[in-house]
């Protein structure tokens, strides 16, 4: 049975993968290929990202040993990164973030990196690891359902544009900031407090 801690990182890794924000982004993108390429292309991507992610998930604790860094400034370093991607969420739009494209099949880069496995996402796992090191299933669970309801929302993205609109969709995206900016300022705090108690 799935526990709160799955729920809420799942949520988490939604709201920053943020598919609802990426779609125009991500249909710019795959206009620019022919038909027959769109579909391998763009989970070639996700596929792409989701490998990144767990690597960051599975060294997370190692990494944060060798390079010495403390638990509390990775939460206030997270809180900091999610807190601008939320204000570029509210206040942007995913294409004033990311830039358009060049024609070019994407390898790598926009896709995978940045638009999905993000500094915000690879911050989020690193965190989620290093705080409770052993419900690792727990996290690459959350994860694995983020990337797949994300490649859901990806691979029907044009047919989700024209049912719900633009305006819906950015207005989805604004909601979405709105919630993520919470989350950061609660995971801000709670760096703070964990480093001035100790």
């Not at 920053?16 to 982004?25: C, R, S, T, Y």
């Not at 691979?155 to 709105?178: C, F, H, I, P, Q």
């Amino acid at each position: 049975m799935l526990n709160n801690d799955f729920w809420s990182a799942f949520v988490l890794l939604l709201l920053i993968l943020d598919p609802f924000g990426n779609l125009p982004f991500f249909i710019a993108i795959m206009r620019q290929l022919p038909e027959s390429r769109r579909i391998p292309v763009a989970l070639r991507e996700i596929g792409i990202a989701y490998v990144v992610l767990l690597m960051f998930m599975w060294g997370g604790k190692g990494f944060l040993g060798l390079i010495g860094l403390s638990q509390p400034s990775l939460e206030v370093a997270g809180g900091v990164i999610l807190l601008l991607v939320a204000i570029k969420m509210i206040f942007s739009t995913t294409s004033e973030i990311f830039g358009g494209g060049d024609g070019r099949e994407p390898m790598i880069f926009p896709l995978a990196i940045p638009l999905l496995a993000g500094p915000s996402a690879l911050a989020a796992v690193l965190l989620l690891t290093s705080r409770q090191p052993g419900q690792l299933w727990t996290w690459v669970a959350a994860l694995t359902g983020a990337i797949v309801v994300t490649s859901s929302l990806f691979l029907m993205a044009e047919t989700l544009l024209k049912w719900v609109g633009d305006s819906v969709m950015r207005a989805g995206e604004k909601l979405m900031g709105l919630i993520l900016t919470a989350i950061a300022v609660n995971m801000l705090l709670g760096g703070l407090r964990t480093y001035f108690l100790a």
